[in-house]
């Protein structure tokens, strides 16, 4: 008997000890832990282009072990990843070596010979960003350093870099005068010393006038350094909004790389910004390479969802984040308790409210192609800090295996004013379409549905595209469609097909495209007003610069390449007639890598400035951000309307304004949908609208997403803070002051 009982004893603790150990093994990992595990596994590979540090470590371990024949192979791979680790003499070190030996004819044997090939515009290349480090990150000048055309402020004071990169593309282009990379950089390179244009071989001359602007915009100035907002680090995403419910705005900033730091900075409302990312939580959540703010559990507090995984293809399946706000200036990851756990390539996700229930919902385009298919998302919020994923009910699926999108840009609107929040999709494949998902509204059995009519309203070309939105260009009271192409002629960079639109010639990169609404198709205007030009961009949004009551666009250029340092680009909407060039005039032409856009009045004088998120894809390619102080402010009349909804969603997202106003003895309206803008960085939900030289507001007409509420309010006045709220009779004025923003003091 005493032998079963210790028997009977045994097999239940070896069972108590299987069923301790089955829940340890299935204890639900907490996000940051996800976040981790899937950088190890994903990231910090040696497979992974982008994991430079890892990969210098891996190709030298490989020399070591070569065959004396092949040591130069693993030389030339760790110089390349030494570059874009941003260990530029180290990698010049090494490439001098292969560049000698290769003079002298000694790596017949030892390398192919496109690898041979590589070591010159390596090396050229190398020098060149030894010259951007020396001078534009460790001598940093916001208003001059890396602007195109750079001014004597923006000389490089230490000149061996481009002086040496000068040899090299006059070498180069000696022996290939087509080489418009060379040429490209050759032209740089003598701007940063101030010798353009008066030395450049006139062969090889890129004439000023190719930078010259179409409006005599007046200069922005980046202020960042002076307010500690210029974060010195990779491609990431940009949020300008009020995170505390002060009145002031706020700025989120990420860097994209696993391990790069999610930065939140508080507007004090005495001219600084105060870094509250360690004591808001935010420090485990780490980066993403875009980010958009909302109300998704309509607290009265913005949300904020962060995207990840994209360009990495295989090697993408990255969890999003969003980041509860709980309203004392911290923020919780609630991604799994919410339902959103996912592994899906992405950077792009419009929030609205798509079945009028008055609660705000999500969709998600993530990146397919025919060897990794990964379908969108679409979530309905259920009003309880959850969501439904309803994708395929809804008829939103979108990738499949026999037709793949790999989806760069995703925008919502009301394109046909019925009342329903619709879905415009931009893909990066030349062979894709571009969708357009029309909102049919609630079928019989309570489910939402979604029809792609694309082809069937004027938008059935296919093109190669990126970041997109929805805006009223024109004023007509309809939803109008950008989107900004992105093809290049050449297989590394497009640069070539950019110096060629420079020099008037063919070329074979996409264009931009501006669909403008006839309330029930769309025409493609983009030759009518000037917007058939190159818009290679990433990073993008749209604001007012010059407080007229129209949009206008700004781009921000760049893709992986070192090569590919092209100016940002700034186009003015000139009445709705057509964007004219202001890049030059404006201060503009960046050409470090720009990314997450965000248009917003953050200093409260009534016009909007611009924060741009700046770096690169590869670790060594980090830069510092720019906030762009508008000087537009004593120029033109504005309205700032904050606008909080009851059965609408409470941030208001996807409602209509209409602003009815007197110019010049004239009434004229202007619209305005609320709405964080475009698809790569996000602007303020705050609506800030310029009203140019009226000199009176009739009224101003505000249309409820999702509740439909009609309200009319009249005798509001110029220049002046409102709030909104649904169903309240009196728009509410806000005591706000223009904030005399401060150098920060360290």
């Not at 603790?13 to 595990?37: A, H």
């Not at 999709?425 to 029809?451: A, M, V, Y």
């Not at 002051?737 to 920060?744: D, F, G, R, V």
């Amino acid at each position: 008997m005493s032998n079963l009982y210790t028997n009977m004893r045994y097999v239940i603790g070896i069972f108590l000890l299987f069923f301790l150990v089955l829940i340890s093994c299935n204890k639900r990992r907490t996000m940051p832990e996800i976040i981790q595990k899937t950088a190890e596994e994903q990231f910090y590979i040696p497979e992974n282009i982008y994991a430079s540090s890892l990969r210098i470590a891996y190709f030298d371990s490989l020399s070591k072990i070569a065959p004396e024949n092949q040591k130069e192979k693993y030389h030339l791979k760790k110089a390349d990843a030494l570059l874009y680790a941003g260990k530029t003499k180290d990698a010049i070190e090494i490439l001098e070596k292969l560049w000698k030996e290769s003079n002298k004819g000694t790596l017949r044997y030892k390398l192919e010979a496109f690898e041979e090939e590589k070591i010159g515009p390596l090396l050229a290349l190398a020098y060149m960003r030894l010259g951007e480090q020396q001078n534009c990150i460790h001598h940093h000048n916001a208003s001059a350093s890396c602007i195109i055309p750079i001014d004597p402020e923006g000389y490089h004071q230490a000149p061996e870099g481009s002086r040496k990169a000068i040899s090299f593309f006059e070498e180069f282009l000696r022996q290939d005068s087509h080489d418009y990379n060379s040429l490209w950089l050759l032209n740089v390179a003598y701007m940063t010393l101030g010798e353009y244009p008066e030395s450049v071989p006139e062969k090889w001359l890129i004439p000023e006038s190719a930078f010259e602007s179409e409006y005599p915009l007046k200069k922005f100035e980046d202020i960042a350094p002076k307010l500690g907002l210029n974060v010195n680090d990779l491609s990431g995403g940009s949020i300008v909004d009020d995170f505390n419910n002060d009145n002031l705005l706020d700025v989120f900033v990420s860097s994209w790389f696993p391990s790069g730091k999610l930065n939140y900075f508080i507007n004090d409302g005495k001219g600084g910004f105060i870094e509250k990312t360690a004591s808001s939580g935010l420090e485990e959540v780490k980066g993403g390479l875009n980010m958009v703010q909302t109300d998704y559990n309509n607290d009265g507090f913005l949300d904020v969802f962060i995207l990840r995984g994209a360009w990495m293809g295989p090697l993408g399946k990255y969890p999003n984040s969003l980041l509860r706000n709980n309203g004392d200036n911290t923020f919780t990851d609630v991604t799994i308790e919410a339902g959103l756990l996912s592994y899906h390539p992405t950077q792009t996700a419009t929030w609205a409210d798509f079945d009028n229930d008055g609660w705000i919902d999500l969709f998600i385009g993530n990146e397919s192609d025919k060897e990794n298919i990964h379908p969108s998302e679409f979530y309905r919020n259920n009003g309880d800090g959850t969501f439904s994923n309803l994708t395929a009910s809804a008829g939103l699926t979108v990738s499949t295996g026999e037709e793949p999108y790999y989806i760069k840009g995703v925008t919502s609107g009301d394109y046909n004013n019925d009342g329903w929040m619709d879905i415009y999709i931009s893909t990066l494949h030349p062979t894709s379409r571009n969708l357009l998902f029309l909102n049919k509204g609630i079928d019989e059995k309570g489910t939402i549905k979604f029809e792609e009519n694309g082809t069937r309203m004027g938008l059935g070309e296919k093109i190669s595209s990126f970041p997109t939105w929805s805006f009223d260009y024109n004023n007509d009271g309809l939803m109008d469609i950008f989107v900004a192409g992105y093809k290049r002629s050449d297989f590394y960079t497009i640069v070539p097909d950019i110096v060629k639109e420079y020099l008037g010639e063919s070329n074979r990169a996409e264009t931009m495209r501006l669909y403008q609404n006839n309330g029930d198709s769309f025409t493609n205007v983009s030759a009518e007003v000037g917007l058939d030009k190159i818009g290679y961009a990433m990073g993008a949004n749209y604001g007012d610069l010059d407080n007229d009551g129209y949009p206008d666009i700004y781009l921000s250029t760049g893709e992986v390449s070192f090569e590919s340092i092209i100016p940002n680009k700034v186009f003015r909407n000139n009445a709705g007639k057509e964007f004219q060039d202001v890049t030059t005039a404006g201060g503009f032409g960046h050409i470090q890598k720009g990314h997450a856009v965000s248009f917003s009045d953050i200093d409260n004088d009534g016009d909007q400035d611009i924060n741009v998120v700046m770096g690169g894809a590869y670790e060594g390619d980090n830069f510092f951000n720019s906030l762009y102080r508008n000087p537009y402010q004593d120029e033109n009349n504005w309205i700032s309307l904050k606008l909080e909804g009851t059965k609408a969603n409470r941030a208001g997202i996807g409602s209509k304004i209409e602003v009815i106003v007197t110019e010049e003895n004239n009434k004229r309206s202007i619209f305005h949908t609320i709405t964080s803008g475009g698809s790569f960085g996000a602007s303020t939900l705050r609506a800030e609208i310029g009203l140019g030289k009226a000199t009176k507001i009739n009224e101003v007409k505000v249309l409820w997403a999702g509740s439909n509420t009609s309200q009319n309010f009249k005798n509001l006045e110029l220049n002046t803070f409102y709030k909104i709220t649904e169903n309240k009779a009196r728009a509410e004025k806000l005591d706000l002051s223009p904030i005399q923003l401060q150098e920060t003091i360290e």
